[in-house]
């Protein structure tokens, strides 16, 4: 197998999991941070720009309690220790750097909404530009369950994306994707690259075994999908061996490497893919379908079958065939229509919407300008 390198890079996105921070799931450890912070000091004397995205306030938030165990937490308790718990995690950071460490708490309401988006995009270019050290966790005491993006891997892909970053390394206690869960399966094999994030990709991996971790594989594999879908390749490293650190330093691939899409998205697309919620769905005949995937059409009121959910002009939907009872995504868009007019105009041709709703605002529901659909 031909050996893999790490793609040449210039700005990275570098998570560090509450397992790295926090190794016996309370209070912060530098046991596992200091070939981490060698990695992003000798990354940055070469002239290379670096954002840390850290977990493990809510973990220093409970040692310095010391009550409680991480899987009997409340809301209320979880958000109160992240609070208590997020100036140790950047004290404890900055002892490991010589440069100015900036804290950014952020929420998903800040990714998804543009005027926020573009605020923070501005806050980080405005610290690098100040050779400061940006270092991102999710606002935990004020995100609320809807408007959390609930685990820092998926956090760091957004933050690569709104960065600009062109690689995002995703530091963690595994040596890297394997084929089956290797706790389990002694003869799986690590993967060293992946060029595209399938459902087999998604098939390989099972939900996390830790306490204080949110994450585990999942989240992982989608956090490369965001990242790899806006063209940033992503590694997935073992934060728990030095040496695999040294080697990403020198350019090796100790992990596995998700190559960036041949074709990445354009930000409005990946916006709307990865950032907007889906707010309903609606399910299309197999021409319709079709039309979509193959043809670059719009998807017009004949070709809906069924609507679901409560959603309003201007949302997001997700646009699906089914087949006896499964549904496969086909694309995702912004509809023209709420779903108690889509509910009328449905399976109906377009110069009828005027004469079923009084007024026709578009002869489509979903522009292809304003959708995205499944490779
Ligand atoms: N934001 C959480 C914390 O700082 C961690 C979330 C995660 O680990 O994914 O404790």
């Not at 960065?163 to 003869?187: K, M, N, R």
């Not at 354009?266 to 990865?274: E, F, G, S, V």
């Not at 950032?275 to 059409?297: I, N």
Request: glycine share 8%; proline share 5%.
């Amino acid at each position: 197998m031909a050996t893999v390198a790490l793609p040449d890079w210039t700005r990275a996105v570098v998570k560090v999991g509450s397992a790295l921070v926090a190794p016996d799931d309370r209070g912060c450890s530098t046991t596992h941070l200091l070939p981490i912070a060698r990695f992003v000091i000798q990354s940055r004397r070469q002239g290379k720009e670096v954002i840390l995205v850290s977990s493990g306030a809510v973990a220093a938030g409970l040692a310095e309690q010391g009550r409680g165990g991480p899987g009997t937490l409340s809301i209320p308790e979880r958000q109160a220790l992240a609070a208590l718990g997020q100036p140790l995690l950047m004290a404890h950071w900055r002892r490991l750097f010589d440069v100015p460490c900036a804290q950014v708490l952020l929420t998903y309401d800040d990714l998804q909404r543009r005027a926020r988006f573009v605020n923070a995009k501005n806050t980080i270019a405005e610290l690098l530009d100040r050779d400061t050290l940006p270092i991102v966790n999710e606002n935990d005491t004020v995100a609320t369950e809807e408007l959390r993006v609930g685990d820092n891997d998926n956090l760091a892909a957004y933050v690569a994306v709104l960065a600009e970053a062109d690689l995002l390394v995703i530091c963690s206690d595994v040596d890297g994707l394997y084929t089956a869960d290797p706790h389990d399966t002694p003869d799986a094999e690590r993967l060293p690259a992946v060029d595209a994030i399938t459902d087999e990709i998604y098939d390989m991996v099972g939900p996390s075994h830790r306490k204080v971790a949110t994450g585990g594989m999942q989240t992982k594999v989608e956090a490369a999908e965001k990242a790899t879908d806006r063209g940033i390749d992503t590694v997935l490293v073992n934060g728990t061996k030095g040496g695999h650190l040294d080697a990403l330093g020198r350019g090796e691939m100790p992990g596995t490497l998700f190559r960036q899409a041949e074709q990445p998205l354009p930000a409005r697309k990946h916006w709307m893919l990865h950032a907007l919620p889906s707010a309903g769905r609606l399910t299309v005949d197999a021409g319709a379908a079709d039309a979509l995937r193959h043809e670059g059409a719009s998807l017009l009121p004949s070709g809906i079958v069924a609507v679901e959910g409560r959603f309003a002009r201007g949302d997001a939907v997700e646009i699906a065939v089914e087949k006896g009872g499964n549904w496969t995504r086909v694309a995702k868009g912004i509809t023209q229509y709420g779903a108690a007019d889509l509910e009328r105009i449905q399976g109906r041709q377009s110069h009828a919407i005027a004469e079923v709703l009084d007024e026709a605002p578009a002869d489509y529901v979903v522009h292809r300008d304003d959708l995205v659909v499944e490779a």
